[in-house]
């Protein structure tokens, strides 16, 4: 079965990319590259023994889509290519909009072209806004607080709008909690340019001695010890929850929305002082101001996945911070 994974040399694409093959699917990457680097899918090859075949094109570009669906016989497609960092949204949202909707509506007319009739889709927990209480279910109402995030949310009804016209179609809406972590070879990870946003490749960094110090987004949240609680899951567990998912739409039409999370709430002083304890390496932190936009607690019901997908998140808190700590060790190992 050959699978065209949209965004596949990105962080989670790539260890999903792993999987599949691992798991004797045919890999096709599309990606342009924004926000990842060429070297990725040779990597992957190196993990795996095998190849995946790589079209570095924008997927929004609907006639170098067109030749991707026309030299190659694809069953699903798993679509990760967008743009994620929620304060540039704000910054710059058309961007935002422009890219991560046209990809999505580019590639549904690509597909329904080539008779092509499944699609797992890179959603995220931000859909449940600020209103909703914990644990997030998929049957709450949706709603976003940023550019980023009403992307997630329209391309959710983009989706469950063309599964309603096209019985025949299915649409896994996969949400992801945190995902952290890193492939346990060293060679695959979570690797932005520039300073990071998201708290595990800060804190990584701050371990190596790349940053001074950690700031602590808030202690006087009402938590257990005053800071944000969050979902982690590790990266290798919800890459492999994309192949549950695609057994799933080979056996069910319609768009579904599944979590992918844990169900445990973790605080950001937890994960930090996991990360020290297991790595036996020092993260030097400051308690600042709380973030604009960032919610006391975010984490997940996961029964309808760990039910319906057979897929239950099974790696530990230690685990992640162990991997995440190897592959920040590798790529300094490697200049
Ligand atoms: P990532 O930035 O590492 O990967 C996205 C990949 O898509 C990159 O390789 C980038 O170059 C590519 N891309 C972007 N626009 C493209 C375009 N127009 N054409 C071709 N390629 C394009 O991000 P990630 O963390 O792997 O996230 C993957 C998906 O999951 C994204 O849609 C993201 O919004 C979603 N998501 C991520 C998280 C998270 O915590 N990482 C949480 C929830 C949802
Ligand atoms: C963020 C996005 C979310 C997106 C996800 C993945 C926001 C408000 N939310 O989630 O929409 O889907 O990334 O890209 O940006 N923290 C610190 N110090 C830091 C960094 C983070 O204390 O330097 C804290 C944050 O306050 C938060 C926790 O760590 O409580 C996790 O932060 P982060 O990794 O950025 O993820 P989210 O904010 O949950």
């Known amino acids: 079965m050959t699978i065209l994974v949209t965004g596949g040399a990105g962080y989670i694409g790539s260890h999903t990319c792993v999987e599949l093959l691992q798991n004797g699917y045919d890999v096709i990457i599309a990606d342009n590259f924004d926000n990842s680097s060429p070297d990725v899918p040779e990597r992957i090859a190196r993990i795996t023994g095998k190849t995946p075949k790589v079209y570095a094109i924008d997927v929004s570009d609907g006639p170098a889509l067109e030749r991707v669906f026309t030299e190659n016989a694809i069953d699903a497609v798993i679509h990760f290519a967008g743009l994620k960092a929620v304060g540039e949204s704000c910054r710059i949202p058309l961007r935002y909009y422009r890219n991560n909707l046209d990809t999505t509506l580019t590639l549904l007319e690509t597909m329904e072209r080539h008779g092509c009739a499944r699609i797992v889709f890179s959603s995220s927990a931000t859909v449940y806004g600020p209103k909703n209480g914990c644990p997030y279910t998929e049957d709450m109402d949706t709603s976003a607080t940023n550019p980023y995030g009403w992307t997630k949310v329209m391309i959710e009804q ?73 979902d982690y899951l590790h990266v290798v567990d919800l890459a ?32 930090v002082h996991a990360f020290r304890k297991v790595n036996g390496v020092e993260v030097p932190y400051v308690i600042g101001d709380r973030r604009d936009g960032d919610l006391a607690e975010v984490y997940a019901n996961p029964t309808r996945a760990n039910d319906a997908l057979h897929w239950r998140a099974e790696k530990s808190v230690d685990d992640m911070c162990r991997d995440a700590w190897h592959f920040i060790q590798t790529r300094v190992a490697e200049g």
Not at 203 to 213: N, S
Not at 256 to 268: R, Y
């Open 158 to 230: 983009i989706l469950r709008d063309y599964c309603a016209a096209n019985s025949g179609f299915s649409a896994v809406l996969l949400r992801y909690f945190n995902p952290i972590g890193a492939h346990a070879s060293g060679l695959l990870g979570d690797d932005p340019n520039g300073i990071p946003n998201n708290l595990m490749p800060y804190v990584a960094r701050v371990a190596a001695g790349q940053l001074p110090k950690l700031t602590v987004f808030g202690n006087d949240y009402p938590t257990r010890d005053g800071t944000c609680l969050r």
């Open 240 to 271: 492999k929850g994309h192949l549950s998912a695609l057994e799933y739409a080979a056996a069910h039409t319609g768009a579904e929305a599944f979590n992918l999370g844990t169900g445990d709430g973790v605080s950001v002083l937890e994960l």
